[in-house]
């Protein structure tokens, strides 16, 4: 049973460029959440998705946004690329039901470094 | 403003000691408490996980102890082994029936060592 998978596993960018980050999640998982975690700190709470649609949205600016597929899948972008978006980009899934929301599978991440 | 905090950063263990890390929280409305383990390379994955009407749930070797007049909580590792080396994240959400679902507030860390 796969668990979530995330391309790429690295990439490097320069300042100002535009990034998209992909996440398929667990079979059977219809939510998505993003989170960036930035070296030696938790991770922080982007957004979530939910029937294709934002649902929940962290402390990020407009630059962070997203998408969710029928397929359930997501993708991250982030624009006009800054030296501090450089961090491990972590996609979680999560079944939408009330005892499940919150149980988050991790995918490995996708590391962004910015130079 | 971070709403969970946590500590030790770091704890140096002995192969069969007790590892204990401690997390405290600001938000009341917080009603869900997960550990999550990380190893490098990896994503973090869901250790075990309290709710606030129990004082406390053992998985094994993993206990949660919950304090909610204190708004604490901490990890207990019995019996730690050298494969119990990772970085542990305490976190904490607004469960079932709030506006919060998935979003998990992460504590800072605790890197872990185990020696054999």
């Known amino acids: 049973d796969a668990g979530v998978t995330q391309s790429p596993t690295h990439l490097i960018k320069t300042r100002g460029q535009q990034v998209t980050l992909r996440c398929s999640p667990k079979s059977g998982h219809d939510t998505v959440s993003w989170y960036q975690q930035a070296l030696g700190q938790g991770p922080q709470f982007i957004f979530q998705y939910y029937e294709e649609e934002e649902r929940q949205r962290g402390n990020f600016p407009d630059r962070f946004s997203g998408h969710q597929f029928p397929n359930y899948s997501s993708e991250l972008n982030v624009n006009a690329l800054l030296l501090g978006d450089s961090a491990l980009y972590l996609c979680?899934?999560?079944?939408?039901?009330?005892?499940?929301?919150?149980?988050?599978?991790f995918g490995a991440g996708s590391r962004l470094t910015v130079l | 403003q971070q709403q969970v905090k946590q500590s030790p950063q770091s704890l140096i263990v002995q192969k069969g000691g007790i590892s204990i890390i401690n997390c405290a929280y600001e938000n009341t409305a917080f009603d869900y408490f997960p550990w999550y383990q990380q190893f490098p390379g990896k994503g973090p994955a869901l250790l075990i996980a309290i709710r606030p009407d129990v004082s406390e749930k053992k998985e094994g070797r993993f206990t949660i102890s919950f304090n909610k007049s204190a708004k604490q909580f901490s990890l207990h590792i019995m019996d730690s082994q050298p494969g119990d080396s990772a970085t542990y994240f305490c976190a904490a959400s607004m469960d079932a029936g709030g506006t919060s679902y998935g979003k998990l507030t992460f504590g800072q860390g605790t890197i872990l060592t185990v020696h054999p």
């Open positions: 979680a899934s999560s079944l939408d039901e009330n005892s499940g929301a919150n149980v988050l599978t």
